[in-house]
């Protein structure tokens, strides 16, 4: 018997729903600028595809990283929001070196701060979540924090849409405004949020010596390789704003593509991170990645703006299905007091994966055209659904 959505919302504790809106406030900050980057990188400061994927796949990869080692201190110190709040902080005073940047490199600068507070905050923030929500309502939570989170995510481009129209095109007006969200993101996790007390025995270890790496078992490591192939499949979202921008869909503009695919995300993320909890978790991944292959196969078609829209939407459904689950998963399979260390982990693999993939499509895209990228996304996507039937049989058993 299912709980009806309204029961299941109201259950969820408090901290989830104000981390949500702390996700949500700096995903709108984000999302005014990394709508517009793309373009501001080629456009203004001329630079290739290349390195527009070489920026967006170290600074995705940088923050995952990131995540190892504050993922790790969030377990050693036993506290969580004390390195959230810090990641946050930093994330929202990075954002005015985007309106000044005269150059690819500080452009570069910025983005990597950016994503180092995104790294900072993001292990400690999860496994915040994890402590706060109870078992049951575990998938729920992750997916209400992921939709919330999301619908920053597409005011954020809808917000850049005005201004750009308001301010004809001036993308260094609109980075500046996108200041103020951030802060607000800072001030709401600072009072809004009250840190569950820990239980500890014993005393404290370093989470990632061997003995404490050892209790993280395969069911974990076949989570962190799945996320790892699912990231190589899906390489940086910059180039669905610059697939947009080859049909002629004027600058100002371009961003909707973006407000299509999170509003999708959003919309979708809570719902399946509530069947999440009650189904087989390597059947909805299976899922994820046939709904990523259309996608592909979409986009590659051609880039008329209703088939772009069309590829976008699709992508979005797959971020719905997959982003919440493989956080679900990684909770699942980590003991509580590593869950910290479990999702730095996770991260580190999957951001060394966002790299390889970003810069390969950058490549790809350059020497033989958009077409031809996402054709060989959906080739990996059919590589990573053969992946997900050696599942081990231990980790198999919980999902």
Known sequence: MTIPTKSTLSRIPAGVWVLGFVSMLMDISSEMIHSLLPMFMVTTLGASAFAVGLIEGLAESTALIVKVFSGALSDYLGKRKGLAVFGYALGALTKPLFAIAPTIGIVLTARLLDRVG????????????????????????????????????????LSAVCLMLLWANDFRAVFWVAVLPGLMAVALLL????????????????????????????PYWWVVGIGAVFTLARFSEAFLVLRAQQGGVPVALVPLVMVVMNLIYALSAYPFGKLSDLMSHTKLLALGLVVLIA?????ATNDHWGVVIAGVALWGVHMGITQGLLATMVADTAPADLRGTAYGFFNLMSGIAMLIASGVAGLLWDRLGASFTFYAGAAFCVVALAGLAWQPRRAASKN
């Open 295 to 299: 996608a592909d196969l979409v986009l």
């Open 191 to 218: 009072f809004g949020v009250h840190e569950p007390e820990r239980h500890e025995d014993g005393k404290r270890s370093n989470p990632i010596r061997r003995e404490n790496l050892k209790r993280l078992g395969a």
């Open 118 to 157: 995104k790294g900072i905050r993001g292990a400690p923030r999860d496994a915040l979540v994890a402590d706060i929500a109870p078992p049951h309502l575990r998938g729920a939570a992750f997916g209400l924090r992921q939709s919330l989170d999301t619908v920053g995510a597409f005011l954020g481009p």
